[in-house]
């Protein structure tokens, strides 16, 4: 079950904060986050915008589960459980580098609803935000937009934004750290990574958000901070491991960092 905190608006030198865990089976580890360049498939035109992003992957698929584009467009995917039928035709992952191509948060709410109308995907929870506005597209079978307002956001699998279930967990998790926004980016650090490494049994099923189970467990963690003046003020660390017990490294995004 991967997990995304979100502060979404809550600061005006942070409007956007996530900090967010991997779960996956040991044998599917991850690549640590890399600048890339994309072209979005959709513009008619072959020599079009190429849009710098940074963004794990998933070496078996070539997808990824969450991405930041240079202009901080802040793309984010959570599974949902798979139903019995035609098998997809394409990876999750890849709608999400797709999301990331596109470079703005309106293109990116075109491109995916046509493109799950297009092809056949299992289903998924899709965050993009870009600290002036965000949604959610739900799919399982049939999409559901859900347009994000200011505020305390938690994404887990099999779960819609705002379900009752989870709303304990955004009150008990992330007013503590919304507190913390006032504090220093190494404070406010601090207390994202605390809550990552939380292994207590809170969300729904009795899962927690740091997991080590048998044949599968937090396979890795990251914390984007966005700041209101742009990329190079920006922050994103990564663990490409349990945060628990991998130390969280500071990606750089400068200027001279995107290729």
């Given at each position: 079950m991967c997990v995304l905190l979100v502060l979404d608006r809550m600061s005006d030198r942070w409007p956007l904060v996530v900090?967010?865990?991997?779960?996956?089976?040991?044998?599917?580890?991850?690549?640590?986050?890399?600048?890339?360049?994309?072209?979005?498939?959709?513009?008619?035109?072959p020599g079009g915008e190429m849009v710098p992003y940074i963004a794990p992957r998933d070496p078996r698929a070539g997808g990824t589960w969450l991405g930041l584009t240079r202009g901080g467009l802040f793309v984010a995917l959570t599974n949902r459980q798979k139903r019995p039928g035609a098998p997809a035709e394409r990876s999750r992952g890849l709608l999400c580098r797709d999301a990331l191509a596109t470079g703005t948060l309106e293109a990116a709410r075109r491109h995916l609803t046509a493109e799950v109308k297009r092809r056949r995907y299992d289903p998924f929870n899709l965050l993009v935000a870009d600290g002036r506005a965000s949604f959610v597209l739900h799919f399982d079978g049939a999409v559901r937009l859900q347009d994000l307002g200011p505020g305390r956001h938690v994404l887990i699998n099999d779960h819609d934004v705002g379900e009752e279930s989870l709303q304990g967990l955004e009150a008990d998790l992330l007013q503590p750290i919304l507190r913390g926004l006032d504090h220093s980016p190494d404070e406010l650090i601090a207390s994202l990574?605390?809550?990552?490494?939380?292994?207590?049994?809170?969300?729904?099923?009795?899962?927690?958000?740091?997991?080590?189970?048998?044949?599968?467990?937090?396979m890795s963690a990251t914390i984007v901070l966005v700041h209101q003046d742009g990329m190079e003020h920006s922050r994103l660390l990564h663990a490409n491991g349990s945060p628990r017990t991998t130390e969280l490294l500071e990606i750089p995004l400068g200027p001279g960092e995107n290729p």
């Open positions: 900090a967010a865990n991997r779960d996956e089976v040991y044998d599917r580890p991850g690549l640590p986050p890399e600048w890339e360049r994309s072209r979005h498939e959709g513009f008619p035109d990574l605390e809550a990552l490494r939380d292994d207590h049994p809170r969300l729904p099923g009795g899962e927690s958000i740091c997991k080590k189970g048998e044949v599968k467990g937090t």
